[in-house]
């Protein structure tokens, strides 16, 4: 079982503070901060997922230099967004966490080209894609930082299970009986699991590939079903 990182720490440069790269860096765009790094540039913009940090900090997907994807947001105020961006504005499910007259306040919902639009709860987790599992839940069993996969086939534990290999985000490798996964996670929590195993005959391998993201802090357990 391997694990790798996809949010990468990377190399800084803020307003107040200059360091001379060894490479060409490429410029995060957002408001009036300037923030350039190493990694994955695309004509001198960012694209991918980084981590840019100066007086603000944004965390999450990029491209052209802007928030595009899933992404978190904190202000030098204190005030966090966490969601759906487009183009560097907020688009999208969204939690937008700030203080507003020394009260802590929360809005949560849908966002669209960087205004409030719509008061809801938000979804706990996302599936992103799917191929060649026929039924899946994800539940959360109680509070904490633990995401657990069970693997399963004819209504009991899928043996025939090989070849297993788990990308994530953050945590730690964890089992606990027959059930594998990450303890320690960070949410929004990425994981993308994929395996080989033998169709409900026996016979025929069988190529699984499962994305899913979680939103909502807990423990969780994810069981994943094929024919």
């Not at 300037?34 to 913009?45: A, N, P, V």
């Not at 997907?61 to 802007?66: A, C, H, S, T, V």
């Not at 399963?152 to 594998?180: A, C, H, M, P, W």
Request: with cysteine; net charge positive.
């Amino acid at each position: 079982m391997k694990t790798k990182l996809k949010v990468s720490l990377i190399a800084i440069v803020c307003l107040n503070y200059v360091q001379l790269f060894s490479q060409e860096p490429c410029n995060v765009l957002k408001n009036n901060t300037l923030k350039k790094y190493e990694k994955k540039c695309k004509k001198e913009l960012a694209n991918g997922k980084e981590l840019a940090t100066c007086m603000d900090k944004y965390e999450g997907d990029l491209k052209n230099g802007l928030p595009d994807g899933i992404g978190k947001y904190t202000w030098s105020s204190g005030d966090v967004y966490e969601g759906g961006w487009k183009e560097g504005k907020r688009d999208g499910e969204g939690r937008y966490s700030f203080r507003k007259d020394g009260v802590d306040s929360v809005k949560t919902g849908i966002w669209k080209d960087d205004k409030f639009i719509k008061k809801m709860a938000l979804t706990p987790y996302r599936i992103i894609r799917s191929m060649s599992v026929s039924r899946y839940t994800a539940q959360k069993i109680k509070n904490g930082s633990r995401v657990l996969f069970l693997f399963e086939q004819n209504g009991v534990y899928d043996t025939y299970v090989s070849n297993l290999r788990f990308t994530t985000t953050s945590g730690t490798n964890y089992s606990l009986g027959i059930k594998q996964g990450f303890d320690n996670v960070e949410f929004p929590f990425n994981c993308v699991v994929s395996y080989r195993t033998k169709n409900s005959y026996r016979v025929n391998p069988v190529d699984v590939s499962f994305e899913i993201e979680i939103k909502e802090p807990g423990c969780w357990e994810v069981h994943l079903t094929t024919n």
